[in-house]
């Protein structure tokens, strides 16, 4: 850079220099680059120099502020960093040399033209506010937008409350005047044509940013523009680790056996032979199952869908009411008969086609009628626009009961993994284990313990029967979560619990194909057919099912197993997880499976923070519906 030293010139007007008002300097910070109004203003030849300029070249490529920015931008875990953004304000204020200024930031999401929201500590938009993401052409002007979004330049505002008030009030004028800034800078973090984001600098002193003082910000965008990219690289490959996390059945436990077959298959290909990935089996290990099942769902769910198709055709036939009061058609006639055909069909049971037949005749018979009577009628197109509101857009039917059934399966999944995820940390600790879960109307788990998984680990039954104890405990917890969100939920769903003891080892095959764990070999198949069937099973010489609310079932086949759960129930009951209300029962043969037996014992339930205050089921029921 070139430094100049005019100690030694002396500036004269002419006749021609003109007298500027506050408004004419305060144009003219807004309008840098208006060649035009600038020699309005300021006429060519006003202003005479006279004497002579000291020049100095010099060297600024270490400027402080710009490293400083440079530094912060360049560091790991910005978001996560709490001294992140208070670094980043302080440099931005010493690079303006201004204690009025805040920094935030909006990313842009390209396929929904909006911004949205970047979440850190101490992260903040001026534009969104408390908004998690808005519309591009709802948060921008037409002229910011066209600055940020097209032409990817600099859009200054040197004085908010003047262009508030011309504006009536608009935005990114209203954001900034309602949080109290005066003026600002949204600068484009764009690379190659592509807009990333926007950075927003923002004043609580008019004038203090400006069109002109707006390109300081030429030396330190690049640097931001590539922490940004590197950021949403980061993230995208968090986002991927997070699905793998949820997703993928290779768990912790048996992911050293993955890395020497990835390893060698590496090596194959190095070496130059013909690489495979080799079968991954585990012998000799244990499984437990376990279940937690959301009781008659599928009975539930028919109810709420059978509500609302009832509820949408009586509110169909309504409007058709009207049209054929006020046309006098007999077509309407006919269509008010088919609708209550479909109620008819529906009134006492849910056939298996009813839904998608209801939705292809509203689609394809009713709506197109709809559509004419909107237009033919003032008072029907209120109706039907009625009609239309309660209408669920994504589904295209009403959905108000099927809503509410959805939901509350998904709070007692959430409320039961997070149960379940937590505990299981704790048992890997004791000693490592297969674990895998699945989330259905309810949960499910299987593990799997053996010294093939443990690798360099000993195995002894010890942990085996710690790992039984433990299911059996954390099981007993995953009811109590329930019981205490059920009087919170839209629909009051029941659960009911299993865990099946098989006492003999089995092998253990990852299916490349289903990218999962599976029992190997034909004999072992026996545990599968045992597990996929017994909630249905029921007590032998009865038409009870053996899974009910209230009560943790263990069903098993050897005395030996029954011995060994008795065992952890009374010492379990010494805690206040039981009752003495414990039964034994055998089972109705399965297709080729019989002896099952199954322990039942009645579930002590504690409410919130009470955990002295005990209940068994249908005394927390009474609690719940007083």
């Known amino acids: 850079r070139i430094l100049y030293n005019a100690d030694f010139i002396d500036v004269y007007p002419t006749e021609l220099a ?94 929904a033209n909006y911004f949205k929201r970047v979440h850190g500590k101490k992260m903040s938009s001026f534009l969104l506010q408390d908004k998690e993401n808005e519309l591009c052409d709802a948060a921008l002007c037409q002229s910011s937008y066209e600055k940020l979004l097209k032409q990817n330049t600099y859009f200054a505002i040197s004085d908010v409350e003047k262009y508030y008030k011309l504006s009536e009030g608009i935005a990114p004028y209203k954001p900034l005047h309602e949080q109290g800034y005066k003026s600002a800078i949204l600068a484009p973090i764009a690379s190659r044509g592509e807009l990333l984001g926007v950075l927003e600098v923002v004043s609580t002193k008019k004038n203090e940013l400006n069109g002109v003082n707006a390109t300081k910000l030429d030396d330190v965008m690049p640097y931001i523009e590539s922490a940004v990219r590197r950021s949403k690289i980061e993230e995208a490959n968090l986002i991927d680790a997070v699905i793998q996390n949820e997703c993928t059945s290779v768990h912790s436990s048996v992911y050293w056996k993955f890395r020497e077959e990835a390893q060698q298959f590496i090596t194959d290909q190095i070496e130059g032979n013909k690489p495979t990935f080799k079968e991954i089996v585990f012998d000799k290990v244990y499984p437990l199952y376990g279940q937690v099942d959301i009781k008659s769902s599928s009975k539930a769910r028919n109810e709420a869908i059978q509500r ?94 099927r809503r509410n059934y959805d939901e509350s399966v998904m709070q007692i999944n959430q409320e039961l993994v997070e149960v379940l995820d937590q505990k299981q940390e704790e048992a890997q600790e004791m ?88 029992v190997d070999g034909t004999y072992n198949a026996r545990y599968e057919i045992i ?96």
Do not use: C
Not at 321 to 346: G, N, T, W
């Open 18 to 111: 003109k007298e500027l008002t506050q408004d004419d300097i305060d144009q003219l910070l807004e309008n840098p680059d208006k060649l035009e109004l600038w020699k309005e203003k300021i006429p060519p030849n006003s202003f005479v120099s006279k004497g002579f300029v000291i020049s100095n070249m010099f060297d600024v490529t270490s400027d402080q502020t710009i490293s400083d920015i440079k530094s912060a931008l360049i560091a790991n875990d910005k978001r996560g960093n709490e001294n992140f953004m208070e670094d980043l304000q302080d440099t931005f204020r010493s690079f303006f040399r201004s204690n009025n200024l805040k920094v935030g930031f909006v990313a842009y999401d390209p396929k």
């Open 308 to 401: 609302d198709l009832m509820i949408q055709l009586t509110a169909i036939n309504q409007v058709l009411e009207q049209a054929k009061e006020q046309f006098k058609l007999p077509i309407y006639e006919e269509l008010m008969y088919r609708v209550k055909s479909h109620v008819d069909d529906i009134k006492e049971v849910l056939h298996t086609n009813s839904e998608q037949a209801i939705f292809n005749f509203v689609r394809e018979e009713v709506l197109p009628v709809f559509q004419y009577l909107k237009n033919a009628d003032e008072q029907i197109g209120k109706a039907i626009t009625a009609y239309e509101s309660t209408i669920d857009g994504r589904t295209e039917t009403y959905y108000d009961h």
């Open 431 to 518: 000693f490592p284990h297969y674990f895998e879960r699945y989330k259905t109307d309810g949960v499910e788990h299987n593990m799997y313990i053996g010294e093939s998984i443990s690798g360099n680990q000993n195995f002894n039954k010890l942990f085996l029967n710690n790992l039984r104890l433990w299911q059996l405990q954390t099981m007993v917890d995953m009811e109590n979560r329930y019981y205490n969100l059920k009087a919170e939920l839209p629909i009051k769903l029941d659960v009911a619990s299993l865990i099946l003891v098989y006492n003999t080892s089995l092998s253990i095959r990852f299916r490349m194909d289903e990218k999962r764990f599976d």
């Open 531 to 626: 597990k996929k069937r017994i909630d249905k099973s029921y007590i032998k010489g009865t038409n009870e099912r053996v899974t009910q609310s209230g009560k943790m079932v263990i069903i098993y086949s050897q005395k030996e197993d029954e011995m060994e759960y008795l065992r952890y129930i009374r010492f379990l009951k010494s805690k206040g997880y039981f009752t003495n209300n414990i039964e034994i029962v055998e089972l109705e043969g399965l297709q080729g499976v019989t002896g099952l037996k199954a322990i039942r014992a009645e579930i002590l339930y504690h409410t919130g923070k009470e955990l002295e205050k005990t209940y068994t089921y249908d005394e927390l029921m009474q609690e719940l519906e007083s």
